[in-house]
């Protein structure tokens, strides 16, 4: 979810995507009997249980810090992420990011120069406060029922830069989850930023559309280990990619974004603002 980036679907060697490819791996999803801080508990590929290490539920009225933060970034094209309780707030039980039109009293802190965006958006990240390398990542989440270009929402992970920076984006490694664009309401893009040895120069992204429907709730899941990062939507297998190369042997934090789109996904002002992503809740295991 880099936020410069146009809209980009590009399918490469090393990844599996095929629906019948969901009955196949289904034995690594299997109930295993009780439960713990995360509820019911599944099978890890290769034998035993996944593990809870998070739980966050947004239950109260407002972030946890132990966890989380706002971020203040520039974003796409003339949008800043700030911390605004138009932008980022807790409360029914669920994360709010909104992307507003702004004001004139509204400044972009992360601007050199301090001056006005055009849109206002919101962006919370565990950087910081919390990361992991390998496991199983949940979200149920909801995108406001809105048709045309304009907005991009995403849950996605970034490496955590506290344990080094080895290389530059996108061989730094990114793993999106989930990413959704108006003017596509129909469909969720899982986007994965790595490096192969035939593109050592430009990286190489893997994705898949798999259908969804703006409006409602779905979940969002990775199962993430040392040779296989797979992506479901609702609990079916969307995409499937053997690891190589170094990328996605680190840790990762967790984002959640609320922006305008870039590109085919443009903001053109067909779509009213603001527009608004939810999240139930998140969880991990390892």
């Known amino acids: 979810m880099r936020p410069s980036r146009p809209v ?18 289904w034995a690594t999803r299997e109930r295993i009997e009780g439960s713990d801080e995360c509820g019911k508990r599944f099978a ?29 970034v520039v974003g796409t094209d003339d949008l800043c992420a700030v911390d605004d309780p138009r932008t980022v707030s807790v409360a029914d039980g669920s994360l709010r990011l909104s992307v507003l039109r702004t004001d004139a009293a509204t400044t972009c802190p992360a601007r050199a120069d301090g001056s006005r965006a055009s849109y206002a958006s919101g962006w919370v990240t565990s950087y910081g406060r919390w990361s992991q390398k390998y496991g199983r990542f949940e979200a149920r989440i909801k995108v406001q029922d ?27 490694g990114e793993i999106d989850i989930m990413e959704t664009y108006s003017h596509q309401p129909d469909r969720v893009i899982p986007f994965l930023h790595y490096e192969a040895g035939e593109k050592p120069n430009n990286g190489v992204n893997t994705a898949w559309g798999c259908e969804t429907t703006r409006g409602e709730w779905h979940t969002y899941t990775l199962e993430w280990t040392a040779e296989r990062l797979e992506i479901l939507v609702d609990g ?13 042997h680190k840790r990762f934090i967790i984002c959640f974004t609320q922006f305008t789109g870039t590109g085919a996904n443009a903001y053109d002002g067909r779509v009213a603002l603001p527009v608004t992503m939810e999240v139930d809740w998140v969880k991990a295991w390892r």
């Open 236 to 248: 079916d297998t969307c995409l499937v990619n053997n690891v190589s190369g170094d990328a996605f």
């Open 8 to 25: 980009l679907v590009v399918a490469v060697a090393l990844v599996v995507l095929v629906a019948g490819v969901g009955v196949a791996l």
């Open 44 to 72: 890890k590929p290769g034998g035993g249980a996944w593990e809870c290490t998070l739980v966050e539920d947004f239950s109260g009225d407002r972030l946890d810090p132990d966890t989380w933060k706002v971020s203040e």
């Open 146 to 172: 809105v048709d045309g270009p304009g907005v991009h929402e995403a849950f996605w992970l970034w490496p955590d830069v506290r344990y080094g920076a080895d290389k530059p984006w996108p061989q730094s």
